[in-house]
């Protein structure tokens, strides 16, 4: 039921409305977490629309399939393949988005089976990340890797809580083919219990020639975060909880892409 509320037109609207209404809130009583709030509008506007027409949109941690089923609404012909360890939530997405190849796996770095840790209260903090209170159950592992052999992505959204940095390395090839835009979400104050730091994370794309921006900074001409800036972003108050990693080849495309989306011109 809430794969179908989530991805209709009226559920998107609600979406889009609780979040502007929370950053108001935000800025009179909680001022220190509107820049965050901030960002994660831009990054949802972005994300739903980053993708060149009849591109390839890969979303990794799909939950109730809000941001690859915006994307599509906005562009009928992008090709979508998403993945989604919930296995009750894979088939619920099957249903829901004939158009689209859904994977009920957990993405890592190898094929295997893991443990998933289902959080009972709130089901988007399942992770492959050890965390106590958690149900546990045995999941597919699988790299991204072997599921697309073939596929070159242009965007890929990325959100399972602190697994991240696997799935990455299951992805190498992937990346390496499409030099994908990859909108992720980083929340590593310190390295977790899969030994995944923010700083592993920058060195992973540095060494790829990627850079990684805050979505304010998508649009413009600012250079990317350094090794240094971006963990310190990791501590409160947060800069932004979702970060877009660009390959240098494909820098001015995406800014200028951005430009457009948010309406924004060139500022010095």
Request: overall charge neutral.
């Amino acid at each position: 039921m809430k794969t179908k509320i989530i991805n209709s037109a009226l559920g998107q609207a609600l979406l889009s409305v609780h979040r502007d209404w929370g950053l108001r809130i935000l800025s009179t009583h909680n001022p220190e977490q509107a820049g965050t709030i901030a960002n994660g509008i831009i990054a949802d506007r972005l994300i739903a629309q980053i993708c060149p027409k009849g591109g390839i949109f890969l979303d990794i941690g799909a939950q109730y399939g809000a941001v690859f089923s915006a994307a599509r609404k906005r562009d009928p012909s992008l090709q979508v393949y998403a993945f989604e360890a919930d296995g009750q939530k894979a088939e619920a997405l099957k249903a829901a988005h004939p158009y689209a190849q859904i994977f009920g796996v957990a993405v890592g770095e190898q094929e295997g089976e893991a443990t998933f840790y289902v959080n009972p209260v709130a089901s988007g903090y399942n992770s492959l990340v050890p965390a106590k209170d958690r149900q546990e159950v045995r999941v597919r592992l699988a790299a991204v890797d072997d599921l697309l052999p073939d596929i070159s992505p242009d965007v890929i959204k990325i959100d399972i809580e602190g697994a991240e940095l696997g799935a990455f390395r299951g992805a190498e090839q992937t990346i390496a083919r499409g030099k994908p835009t990859i909108m992720f979400e980083c929340i590593l104050p310190k390295e977790n219990a899969l030994g995944y730091s923010a700083g592993d994370i920058w060195d992973w794309f540095a060494a790829r020639e990627y850079s990684i921006s805050t979505p304010d900074r998508v649009a413009h001409d600012a250079p990317g975060l350094s090794k240094d800036t971006f963990c310190d972003a990791q501590l409160y108050p947060f800069r932004s909880h979702n970060y877009f990693a660009i390959a240098a080849a494909r820098r001015r495309e995406v800014r200028d892409r951005a430009r457009s989306i948010l309406k924004v011109e060139s500022r010095t």
